[in-house]
């Protein structure tokens, strides 16, 4: 398990930054595909480590990209309100430990988990990124297109996933 | 006593939880001290690698434009030698004492240039645009020296690691040099919007400076980083703010940002002679 993290760790990594970095669509649409590896991380794991974990993909994101503290706060907090919204999503009555994904959410229940969290980061990252330039349609253009984009592109991810991974 | 602990055990996430926010945060407020940092150069060798195995298989993509970018430019410098041999010659005639020439000589071979490549080139974010190039102090690259295109002017190097260095273009608002229009004295400063990385602006240019559509704007050359009359690009547009006794100006830019690959860092050896006597004026 923890190594099969780990490679999704590094490979997250170089997805965003090779990639996903450089794309933006219609000049708004960024997408934060490194924040699959929070949504990826077991559902029974300690909440502390989760927020760890999810600290030190922003802080490697932003090393890289020159933009240090600004995803590392946005993962500090989704990592922390992580554990809340899977009691919401997640059926409590499972007691083993699973990955959430469409098969052991309901269909409907992953994507409102992957859109709540995406939401939150989406809208943190770009409120405090504003603080630099200020321009209220564009952020809101920019909150919505990279909301999208980030959304269908987990997706996919997961969809990837789901036809490959299954035995 | 013992409550208290078991208290802080159970909401221990909480104040893991704030150390965590209070240590992204402090990093997000003092962003720019961190850039010009040491503890982030040892990263920046290992970023820079990163990076360049995917400016290898971009720089290929990129080659066409900047093929036709150099052609561009060699067929104006071109003309410029032709200008100049001319002029040289007309000049030879007239006799001048030697002595003269040579001491604005000194002036002139101030600037050097040290070629580089770009590795990383980001320039997506607002406000928060580096370049990564793939040469650093032992090239003899520092702090503070201007980098140019072929085209025209890129920005200020920030932060040198022995193999590589960071750059900030003048596509990120925390580096705003001041650019004046050419064969005037009326400057203003540039800054960018974040929009589009075609074109900049020129703020706080006198409402009186008389310009036209399509003049070329050029660095003032009153800081040490760049010399006078780099080539920043051409007025496209003006516009002015209701109350400001300012105008601005929309800027299209020479240097084109998406495709950047070959660029020129300039060195200034007269910068700490100058940097000296301006510290000596202020101190009086």
């Given at each position: 398990?923890a190594?099969?993290?780990f490679?999704?760790f590094i490979?997250?990594?170089?997805?965003q930054?090779w990639?996903?970095n450089n794309?933006?669509?219609?000049?708004?649409?960024?997408?934060?595909?490194?924040?699959d590896f929070?949504?990826?991380l077991?559902?029974k794991?300690?909440?502390?480590?989760?927020l760890?974990l999810?600290?030190l993909?922003?802080?490697?994101?932003?090393?890289?990209g020159?933009?240090?503290?600004?995803?590392m706060?946005v993962?500090?907090?989704?990592g922390f309100l992580r554990?809340y919204?899977l009691k919401?999503?997640a059926?409590?009555?499972?007691?083993?430990?699973?990955?959430?994904?469409?098969?052991?959410?309901?269909?409907?229940?992953?994507?409102?988990y992957v859109g709540t969290m995406?939401l939150i980061?989406v809208v943190?990252l770009?409120?405090?990124?504003?603080?630099?330039l200020f321009?209220?349609?564009r952020?809101i253009?920019r909150?919505l297109?990279?909301?999208?984009l980030?959304?269908l592109?987990i997706?996919?991810i997961?969809?990837?996933?789901?036809?490959g991974f299954?035995? | 006593?013992?409550?208290?602990?078991?208290f802080?055990l159970?909401?221990i996430?909480?104040l893991?939880?704030s150390?965590?926010a209070?240590?992204s945060?402090?990093?997000?407020i003092?962003?720019n001290?961190?850039?010009?940092?040491?503890y982030?150069?040892?990263?920046q060798?290992m970023?820079?690698?990163?990076?360049m195995?995917?400016?290898s298989?971009?720089?290929?993509m990129n080659l066409?434009?900047?093929?036709?970018d150099l052609?561009?430019r060699?067929?104006?410098?071109e003309?410029?030698?032709?200008d100049?041999?001319k002029?040289?010659?007309?000049l030879s005639?007239l006799?001048y004492p030697m002595d003269?020439?040579?001491?604005?000589?000194?002036?002139?071979?101030?600037?050097?240039?040290?070629?580089?490549?770009v590795v990383?080139?980001?320039?997506?974010?607002?406000g928060?645009n580096?370049?990564t190039?793939?040469?650093?102090a032992?090239a003899?690259?520092k702090?503070d020296?201007?980098?140019l295109s072929s085209n025209g002017?890129?920005?200020?190097?920030v932060?040198?690691?022995?193999?590589?260095?960071r750059?900030i273009?003048?596509?990120?608002?925390k580096?705003?040099?001041?650019?004046?229009?050419?064969?005037?004295?009326?400057f203003?400063t540039?800054s960018w919007?974040?929009?589009?990385?075609r074109?900049?602006?020129l703020?706080?240019?006198?409402q009186?400076a008389d310009f036209?559509i399509g003049?070329t704007?050029i660095t003032?050359g009153f800081?040490t980083i760049f010399?006078?009359g780099?080539?920043?690009g051409?007025v496209e547009?003006?516009?002015?703010?209701k109350?400001?006794?300012y105008?601005?100006?929309?800027?299209r830019?020479f240097?084109n940002?998406?495709?950047l690959?070959?660029v020129?860092?300039?060195?200034n050896?007269?910068?700490?002679e100058?940097?000296?006597?301006?510290k000596?004026?202020?101190?009086e």
């Amino acid at each position: 398990m923890a190594i099969w993290q780990f490679l999704l760790f590094i490979l997250l990594v170089l997805l965003q930054v090779w990639l996903f970095n450089n794309i933006h669509v219609f000049g708004v649409a960024t997408s934060f595909v490194y924040l699959d590896f929070t949504l990826r991380l077991p559902v029974k794991m300690n909440r502390n480590i989760v927020l760890v974990l999810s600290a030190l993909m922003g802080l490697v994101i932003d090393l890289f990209g020159s933009t240090l503290g600004l995803n590392m706060s946005v993962m500090v907090i989704v990592g922390f309100l992580r554990f809340y919204l899977l009691k919401l999503f997640a059926s409590r009555d499972i007691y083993e430990d699973y990955v959430p994904s469409f098969q052991t959410l309901a269909n409907f229940m992953f994507v409102r988990y992957v859109g709540t969290m995406t939401l939150i980061h989406v809208v943190i990252l770009h409120l405090i990124e504003s603080f630099t330039l200020f321009d209220p349609l564009r952020l809101i253009l920019r909150i919505l297109g990279s909301f999208i984009l980030t959304v269908l592109l987990i997706c996919a991810i997961e969809s990837i996933n789901v036809k490959g991974f299954k035995e | 006593m013992r409550n208290l602990v078991l208290f802080i055990l159970k909401n221990i996430h909480w104040l893991l939880f704030s150390l965590l926010a209070f240590c992204s945060f402090y990093l997000l407020i003092y962003n720019n001290e961190f850039q010009r940092s040491k503890y982030l150069s040892a990263f920046q060798e290992m970023a820079g690698k990163v990076y360049m195995v995917s400016n290898s298989v971009e720089s290929y993509m990129n080659l066409k434009t900047i093929n036709s970018d150099l052609m561009q430019r060699i067929a104006v410098l071109e003309h410029e030698v032709r200008d100049y041999k001319k002029e040289v010659e007309t000049l030879s005639e007239l006799v001048y004492p030697m002595d003269a020439r040579k001491h604005e000589s000194v002036y002139l071979n101030a600037f050097d240039f040290i070629q580089a490549q770009v590795v990383n080139n980001q320039i997506s974010r607002m406000g928060n645009n580096y370049i990564t190039l793939n040469k650093g102090a032992l090239a003899g690259l520092k702090e503070d020296m201007g980098v140019l295109s072929s085209n025209g002017i890129v920005g200020v190097v920030v932060n040198v690691s022995p193999h590589f260095a960071r750059v900030i273009p003048i596509l990120n608002p925390k580096y705003q040099p001041s650019c004046k229009i050419k064969g005037t004295d009326y400057f203003g400063t540039l800054s960018w919007d974040g929009k589009d990385s075609r074109y900049i602006s020129l703020k706080e240019v006198p409402q009186h400076a008389d310009f036209n559509i399509g003049d070329t704007i050029i660095t003032s050359g009153f800081s040490t980083i760049f010399p006078e009359g780099v080539l920043v690009g051409t007025v496209e547009d003006t516009f002015k703010k209701k109350g400001d006794n300012y105008n601005s100006l929309k800027i299209r830019l020479f240097t084109n940002f998406s495709a950047l690959s070959e660029v020129l860092i300039v060195t200034n050896a007269a910068k700490e002679e100058q940097l000296n006597i301006e510290k000596g004026e202020n101190d009086e």
